[in-house]
Structure formats: C-alpha cells, structure tokens
Nanobody, 121 residues
Framework: QVQLVESGGGLVQAGGSLRLSCAAS????????MAWYRQAPGKQRELVAD???????NYADSVKERSTISRDNAKNTVDLQLNSLRPEDTAVYYC???????????????WGQGTQVTVSA
C-alpha cells in the first residue's frame, strides 16, 4: 500500500504565500508523475501543476507565474510553492502520484487526503 500525506495548508491573506508538501511512503519501487490538484466548493477537481520524474513541470494557466512545483525523487516528495495568493485559490489541495509498487507491477494512481488552503481578501 502507498500513502500520500500532504502538509502546509492553512489560512493566508491575499498576496501571501504558502508551501505545500507531500510525502509518499509505503511499497514504492518508482514514482512516475506527481502532481497537485485542487477542488473548490461546488467545483470539479482541477490540475494545478504536475511534474515528470525528470523534473519537467507543467502549470495550469490560473497559477502560472505564481507557483513552482518541485520534487525530490530520493525522498519521494513533491512540493508546491504558491505565491501572490488570491481568494479564488481557496480550495482543498490534493497530492497525486503514479506509483510502481513492485518491479513487475503496473503504475497505479494514488491520492492524498487533501489539505485546506484558505485565502482571505
């Protein structure tokens, strides 16, 4: 079994910054893509940013220029730095990873439990 545990959410004023962290643990041979998604009340879950195993990032237009995703393959972690936060960034942020749990297994998708980010005006 694989667990993803997020941390770093909280309440911040508009214009502020937060750094979200996610650590994967358990039966892991290799982690392929990692990502951060978010879901605001009444809205669908959406991609915020993802990053390949090789470190190539991709960002949603809504956070481009304001965020940085990074990962540490040795530690099985992925971080998301969010700057110039806006009230519309308020959401539950979820960590996501595609993991190979054994050498003979396929890739499986895992989600964290989510961490709340609230941006006040």
């Amino acid at each position: 079994q694989v667990q993803l545990v997020e941390s770093g959410g909280g309440l911040v004023q508009a214009g502020g910054s937060l750094r979200l962290s996610c650590a994967a643990s358990g039966r892991i041979v290799l982690i392929d893509a990692m990502a951060w998604y978010r879901q605001a009340p009444g809205k669908q879950r959406e991609l915020v940013a993802d990053i390949t195993r090789g470190g190539r990032p991709n960002y949603a237009d809504s956070v481009k220029e304001r965020s940085t995703i990074s990962r540490d393959n040795a530690k099985n972690t992925v971080d998301l730095q969010l700057n110039s936060l806006r009230p519309e960034d308020t959401a539950v942020y979820y960590c996501y990873a595609t993991v190979r749990p054994s050498f003979s297994a396929s890739l499986y998708q895992y989600w964290g439990q989510g961490t709340q980010v609230t941006v006040s005006a």
